[in-house]
């Protein structure tokens, strides 16, 4: 029994090491997902961002080629004639603006936008400050919304930017906000904790611009998302007069699009990683089968006994299949147990932007631990049963024969 | 009860056809006690398979209670097994890492009973054979005379009226086979019919008739 003992150990741990297998695999790309996720929301939420195109087609007599460009009228249109749309703003940019506080000056970019740029493009306010707000586009106020990075390197980390002045150009601008740190994988013009924003109409106040230089726009029922973009293209094409079919007439970037795109791949990559890990949990469980049949093999003469003492043959069957299962079970909760604490601990360590930002925080859920379980099942159960056909074939006359 | 008429038993083993039993009549009535006796190869152990409906005859008839054994299903079979007969081996076949009370409910397993009920009987069973104390010890904790009286017990437990014994004084010394005479005597007198196959004069001087085999047949008619 000392070497069966050994043996039954060897079987444990190649199970518990599928088992661990497949709990680390499906949850590194569980992990990957919520990480994606979570940077894909640094550029936007369900947001689609609209830049002047050219057209590419001949329309109504006007030629190939003319360039289009939006005005913040199109900006309410928009929002007017498309219900749909859950959040609309117009995008002003300004290029090599001075920004200056007590001694330090800084060259970058300011925009101008309206307060559904808050969500929208998730400028979220750390505690204490607030971002652009409806009175500050009715009163044309000069408040500066300052992403976190772009505070530090003018103001410093330790002074609290809310409530100071810093000037733009020369002008004083009342900082009201500073932007919480968050993860961003896709950006224009360069990251959002680099920026600096001012309501819309302050900008245009001090320009005088009425052109745009992007419409961002928001559909939070995703599905949506392709027929306003048609209503977009209707509509837009009417008052431009390009084709609506004239695809190149504006640029267009959708994120809502991109990020099923990349939910498919993710999908992809989730099944491929739990495909390796349920096979190296089969492999493992041909051990259990393996062992199972030795342990026939060798417990011929008490199958035999049983059968004597008036076991029926599904008796001796649901022994062994119960034995192959106790093992499978044992296995898992030892694997599952070592992989919950490996994953709690690359939980722990914080990580920074870099190929560990995506791939470092694997991620434990239910349907893992259903899969998990369920696979372990099968797994048991599979091994059992043929070695427990063998174990109930045995006769028992043969088995007690050597007496 | 028990009528076997032309029980015949041949073994096919591919090149050879051995006949272990050729054409036995045999009648044991209600609460007799029998011994089988005969040189080794006779076909002794076959007989006692066959009584047990552990081994099924390739030709003849068997009767049992009336019912002829050949239409039971296998179920049916290891039901007989279970409830109406009691198997007692020469090398006792404990179950090694079992204790003595897990090796005489296993019969209790098998027929369905709940656990407060196993308690009680295998609780009963192990003070009729003297070893109440000795419940949790494994085989290898006991002397072979005790564990066979655990065989004894657990070949009890589900009170079938018929015990098989083959050769179960073989690996005990005299004193602990006269105690599992006098055990076998008790069994007896309670009404049990027993069937046992020895060489022990001690154990075939005490029963009531003997039934000698030789050559797979029977040599001294089916009566004492």
Redesign the interface.
């Known amino acids: 029994?000392g070497s069966q003992k050994k043996r039954i150990w060897l079987t444990i741990s190649g199970i518990a090491w599928g088992t661990l297998s497949i709990i680390l695999l499906l949850s590194f790309g569980e992990g990957l997902k919520l990480q994606l996720h979570k940077a894909n929301k640094g550029l936007g939420e369900n947001i689609v961002i609209l830049y002047g195109g050219q057209t590419s087609k001949v329309y109504q007599g006007l030629p190939r080629g003319r360039r289009i460009s939006f005005t913040d009228e199109d900006v309410r249109m928009l929002k007017e004639k498309i219900p749909q749309i859950t959040g609309i703003s117009g995008e002003y940019d300004m290029y090599g603006e001075t920004l200056t506080y007590g001694s330090t000056t800084l060259t970058e970019r300011v925009t101008g936008v309206l307060p559904p740029f808050e969500y929208m493009r998730t400028h979220y306010p750390q505690a204490g400050g607030r971002f652009i707000n409806e009175i500050d586009i009715r009163e044309r106020r000069r408040v500066i919304f300052l992403g976190n990075r772009l505070k530090e390197r003018l103001m410093g980390p330790e002074v609290d930017a809310i409530g100071e002045t810093i000037t733009v150009n020369g002008l004083p601008f009342v900082v009201v906000g500073v932007m919480n740190e968050k993860m961003q994988m896709s950006m224009y013009g360069g990251p959002d904790d680099q920026k600096a924003t001012i309501p819309a109409t302050t900008l245009k106040a001090l320009q005088g611009r009425t052109h745009v230089n992007r419409i961002i726009y928001q559909v939070n029922q995703t599905h949506l998302a392709p027929m306003v973009e048609q209503e977009v293209y209707k509509l837009l094409g009417r008052k431009y007069r390009f084709d609506p079919t004239d695809k190149k007439a504006l640029g267009i970037w959708d994120t809502i699009e991109q990020t099923a795109v990349a939910g498919n791949m993710l999908i992809g990559i989730q099944i491929f990683l739990g495909l390796i890990g349920a096979l190296t949990l089969i492999i493992a469980s041909v051990g259990v089968a393996n062992i199972m049949y030795v342990s026939v093999k060798e417990r011929t003469?008490?199958i035999g006994?049983?059968?004597?003492?008036?076991?029926?043959?599904?008796?001796i069957k649901q022994q062994f299949i119960l034995e192959a299962l106790m093992i499978a079970i044992t296995g898992g909760i030892l694997g599952g147990a070592v992989a919950m604490l490996i994953i709690q601990g690359l939980q722990g360590i914080p990580v920074s932007d870099g190929p560990l930002e995506l791939l470092g925080k694997p991620t434990f859920s239910m349907p893992i631990f259903i899969v998990t379980a369920t696979i372990l099942g099968i797994v048991g159960l599979a091994a059992g049963y043929f070695p427990a056909q063998r174990a109930a074939r045995v006769d028992?006359?043969e088995s007690?024969r050597y007496? | 009860m028990i009528s076997m008429e032309q029980i015949t038993r041949i073994y096919d083993t591919g090149k050879i056809q051995v006949e272990a039993l050729r054409g036995i009549d045999l009648e044991i009535g209600e609460n007799e006690y029998v011994a089988i006796m005969g040189p080794s190869g006779s076909g002794k152990?076959t007989l006692m398979?066959i009584i047990?409906c552990?081994?099924t005859p390739t030709a003849g008839q068997y009767t049992l209670d009336g019912k002829s054994v050949q239409a039971f299903t296998?179920?049916q079979l290891?039901?007989?097994?279970?409830?109406k007969v009691g198997?007692v081996?020469?090398?006792f076949?404990l179950?090694p890492?079992a204790s003595a009370y897990e090796n005489v409910e296993?019969?209790l397993i098998?027929?369905g009973v709940s656990t407060k009920e196993r308690k009680r009987r295998v609780t009963d069973m192990l003070d009729r054979v003297g070893l109440a104390d000795r419940m949790d010890h494994k085989p290898n904790e006991l002397s072979g005379g005790q564990q066979q009286r655990v065989a004894i017990a657990?070949a009890l437990s589900?009170n079938p009226r018929i015990i098989l014994a083959?050769?179960p004084t073989g690996n005990l010394d005299s004193e602990s086979g006269a105690e599992i005479l006098s055990l076998f005597s008790d069994l007896w007198k309670a009404g049990n019919t027993i069937v046992v196959i020895t060489h022990d004069r001690n154990i075939s001087d005490y029963c009531q008739r003997i039934v000698k085999l030789k050559d797979g047949m029977i040599a001294n008619g089916a009566l004492t």
């Open positions: 029994m003469r008490e006994v049983k059968r004597a003492l008036g076991a029926k043959r599904l008796h028992p006359i007690l007496e | 152990s398979h047990g552990l081994d296998d179920n290891a039901d007989i097994r279970n409830q198997f081996f020469q090398s076949n179950m890492y296993l019969p098998f027929a657990r589900n083959d050769e």
